[in-house]
């Protein structure tokens, strides 16, 4: 097949990350985590960026999901051949776990850009004769498991990535943790660098952590404390044993748990977060450490319609490789902006009634909700009142959603459970659909087909968010919860409109449901209706701003000449 020796010749920056979504057929995403990996992968290819991506092969990815008669979300392993679109590269790594030698072994899949550029990902993958049949199981599931199997992953992506791109003969100017999850990664570095001579082992002053720090760059994820990947020290002792001396582990891991953020954080020289109010959101989390802000992105080509892409290409030549050109949209006449939207979104009906037998009108407007399902997100917020809503949007709203609950997240099935029973109550008079198994190839048609793409996050919980810029990048305004990017990307009336205050909050214990209820009727009904109906040329405008004033600059491209020139070339 291909040669991957030559991935080694030149110095790469390896980026790790638990998922990476790449496409539909190799499922070992869940969610925004792993698209933004796929999309920073992508776009660094497209940029010629001397990359080397690692991540875990999930062989029964994250999980199907079909709904019971109930309405109950019902999940089934994703089975799919490695073999068939991936490379099995020579060399295996071993890595300790209780006690055993565990072998890693790496796929690799080439991510090949029409500029020329390429450059490989690396799927770990456990499932190799001579492990015990449960190490061979450690890289099934993604996200899967309880807290032993997910030590077990971290030490497989972080220790076992290191060691294998080690073996295979690549070179490293710096490591990029796209979240916590790969934070082991740094004491397999300290190891190998700076680890002291055998009888000042137990000394944490002989170890000198400088030259790791050096060359690690963090990214976090998550906005709250709950969220960060912790263990109890006597699990890691008997899963992972001493990599390094325990007190020196605790030093920079924390002292009660090892904590991966805590970890990352000691470890790296850059450390950021995802949009510039999640960066405020971490620094006051992580008093003691810089935290820097680099907004995320999405893959400009991967995201635009089939429909806009032809547009674009005809009036913006260069835009997928030079997003920034989409900042003259003004030169698409109207009436071909208006009709590619249209085309993407018969293009969306044709589908939604092949899956669900729902026939929805192309006239009527069409507001798009999906995500993962999760209690922040609050997928059923507009339906907290069914009357009002039922007064503001009969024969005037069509609504579609879509998303997956953790399989373990009983809250976020109800939610679904409860848009499903809402789709039977307002029948024909306001008609729902929700489309089951979330994935890339579903997102890349339900965005760009609705009219208005609704969020409403629990604030400061969206860290960045990125389906809204797909909406954007397809000419499709937000109606969004000013958090996140929205925050950067919302100009009231000209991008789109928020829902709710301004952003203020840094924790998330203040609750602004009631006024965030009250503003998205309000702004439906006296706003929204109102302008798609009556002023077609204003619309027009608006999708257009969505195009020139968010989509030119929210989009992977820039957001990798940002990481190139404020943390890897640092
Ligand atoms: C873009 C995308 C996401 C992330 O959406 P958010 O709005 O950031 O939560 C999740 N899943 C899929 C399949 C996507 O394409």
Request: with cysteine; glycine share 8%.
């Amino acid at each position: 097949m291909s040669d991957w020796r030559r991935y080694t010749e030149i110095p790469r920056i390896a980026y790790f990350s638990m998922e990476i979504g790449l496409m539909t057929e190799i499922p070992t995403y869940s969610g925004g985590l792993g698209i933004l990996a796929g999309d920073t992968i992508r776009s660094a290819a497209d940029l010629k960026l001397p990359l080397v991506a690692v991540t875990l092969i999930s062989r029964k990815g994250y999980f199907r999901q079909t709904f019971n008669a109930e309405g109950w979300q019902q999940e089934s392993s994703v089975d799919w051949k490695p073999e068939d679109l991936l490379e099995l590269l020579p060399g295996k790594a071993l890595v300790t776990i209780e006690n055993r030698d565990v072998k890693v072994q790496a796929w690799m899949y080439q991510v090949k850009s029409p500029t020329g550029g390429e450059l490989p990902v690396l799927f770990l993958d456990t499932d190799i004769p001579g492990n015990l049949p449960e190490d061979r199981k450690i890289t099934d599931h993604l996200y899967g498991g309880g807290e032993d199997y997910r030590l077990k992953q971290e030490i497989v992506l972080g220790i076992g990535g290191a060691r294998l791109l080690q073996i295979l003969g690549f070179q490293l100017r710096k490591y990029h943790l796209n979240e916590g999850h790969a934070s082991l990664l740094t004491l397999e570095l300290l190891n190998n660098h700076h680890r002291p001579v055998e009888d000042t082992w137990d000394e944490h002053d002989s170890w000198d952590t400088s030259w790791v720090r050096s060359v690690c760059i963090f990214t976090t994820h998550t906005p709250v404390e709950a969220g960060h990947d912790r263990f109890p020290y006597d699990l890691v002792e008997r899963i992972m044993g001493d990599v390094i001396p325990l007190k020196l582990l605790k030093e920079l891991g924390g002292e009660d748990e090892l904590n991966m953020t805590t970890l990352a954080l000691n470890m790296s020289h850059f450390v950021n977060g995802v949009a510039k109010k999640h960066g405020d959101v971490s620094q006051a989390l992580f008093p003691g450490f810089e935290v820097h802000a680099i907004t995320n992105g999405i893959h400009p080509f991967t995201w635009a319609s089939p429909y806009l892409i032809t547009l674009y290409d005809k009036y913006l030549p260069g835009w997928a490789n030079e997003p920034e050109l989409l900042v003259r949209v003004d030169n698409i006449p109207d009436q071909e902006i208006y009709d590619a939207h249209a085309g993407a979104k018969a293009y969306l009906f044709q589908y939604i009634e092949e899956k669900t037998g729902t026939r929805l009108d192309p006239e009527v407007l069409t507001i798009g909700f999906a995500r993962r399902a999760t209690a922040y997100k609050r997928a059923n917020m507009i339906f907290t009142d069914p009357q009002r809503l039922l007064k503001i949007g009969a024969g005037k709203l069509q609504l579609v959603f879509s998303g997956k609950a953790h399989p373990h997240d009983d809250y976020g099935k109800e939610m679904i459970l409860q848009i499903l029973q809402q789709a039977d109550f307002f029948g024909d008079k306001l008609k729902i659909v929700y489309l089951p198994n979330y994935d890339m190839e579903l997102a890349s048609r339900l965005i760009p087909g609705v009219d208005v793409w609704l969020n409403n996050p629990l604030r400061p919980l969206e860290a960045s968010g990125t389906s809204g810029m797909k909406a954007a990048l397809n000419g499709v305004p937000n109606f969004s919860v000013l958090d996140g990017w929205w925050i950067e990307g919302h100009i009231e009336g000209v991008t789109g409109w928020s829902i709710g205050p301004p952003p203020t909050e840094t924790t998330a214990t203040v609750n602004n449901s009631d006024e965030d209820v009250k503003d998205l009727y309000k702004k439906l009904e006296e706003t929204i209706i109102p302008l798609y109906y009556n002023d077609r040329a204003g619309w027009i405008k608006l999708t257009k701003n969505a195009i020139g004033k968010n989509a030119y600059y929210f989009n992977t491209h820039v957001m990798m000449r940002r990481y190139v020139t404020e943390a890897y070339l640092q």
